[in-house]
């Protein structure tokens, strides 16, 4: 069983809908919990990060983690063709586990959105 | 500019052939990691390293080889050894963990590898 568990999709919605993506995980050590985005042929990059449990809001996205549940997800709302992308879950440990932020992924889910 | 970059962006290998992929930063980072990256499997690491002179085995290590001679570059060789190399290689950098915060990794733009 693989530590991060993410649906790779595709998801399809039309412009102007909310984007819902989610991860599980297995590893209750994890504190930190990001999501990347990235454009196809391209590397992936840093959208927000989390630190242990609660909601995170920047502009149009919403981050949310429980971790009782070990469930972490990403919402969009708004959604723009310019959002179409692979979104990754990215998770790691606190200080005391991982100093140096080694980072355990998800496959990615491939959302699109349709104008 | 600062950031990452990673050549060729498109490599092609025959069986049996070594290839090495390049990785260099100039964003003076002490860690630097290699990834591969596989339809619906997401990014698994391959190798990583803190320092120079020294790098440790990922998830997924067998049938490559890296270096790290200098704190910029990181360039990682697919060996022969390697029974499945086709893939998207990304390479990404970070500093160590402060408190409060995650050691975000920037990526480079990676590498398509194709075997013949």
């Known amino acids: 069983q693989k530590e991060v568990e993410q649906d790779p999709g595709p998801l399809s919605v039309p412009e102007g809908a909310i984007v819902s993506l989610n991860c599980t995980y297995s590893?209750?050590?994890?504190?930190?919990f990001m999501w990347y985005r990235q454009y196809s042929r391209k590397g992936p990059e840093l959208l927000m990060y989390?630190?242990?449990?609660g909601n995170k809001e920047d502009g149009r996205f919403t981050a949310q983690v429980d971790k009782s549940s070990k469930y972490i997800s990403l919402f969009i709302r708004d959604s723009q063709p310019s959002d179409s992308a692979t979104y990754l879950c990215?998770?790691?440990?606190?200080?005391?586990?991982?100093?140096?932020?080694?980072?355990?992924f998800g496959a990615g889910t491939q959302v699109v959105v349709t104008p | 500019d600062g950031g990452i970059t990673q050549s060729p962006k498109y490599l092609f290998r025959k069986e049996g052939q070594n290839v090495t992929l390049s990785c260099e930063q100039n964003?003076?980072?002490?860690?630097m990691y290699w990834y591969r990256q596989d339809p619906g499997q997401g990014l698994r690491l391959i190798y990583y390293?803190?320092?120079?002179?020294?790098?440790q085995k990922g998830d997924i290590a067998e049938g490559y080889s890296v270096s790290r001679e200098k704190k910029e570059s990181f360039p990682l060789t697919v060996t022969s050894a390697q029974k499945n190399p086709t893939a998207f290689y990304l390479c990404?950098?970070?500093?160590?963990?402060?408190?409060?915060?995650?050691?975000?990794?920037?990526f480079g733009p990676g590498t398509r590898l194709t075997v013949l």
């Open positions: 990404a950098s970070s500093t160590p963990r402060r408190a409060g915060g995650p050691a975000e990794q920037f």
């Open positions: 590893n209750s050590a994890f504190q930190y």
């Open positions: 989390t630190y242990s449990s």
């Open positions: 990215a998770m790691s440990g606190g200080m005391t586990t991982d100093s140096w932020g080694k980072l355990q």
């Open positions: 964003l003076n980072h002490d860690a």
């Open positions: 390293s803190q320092i120079v002179n020294d790098f």
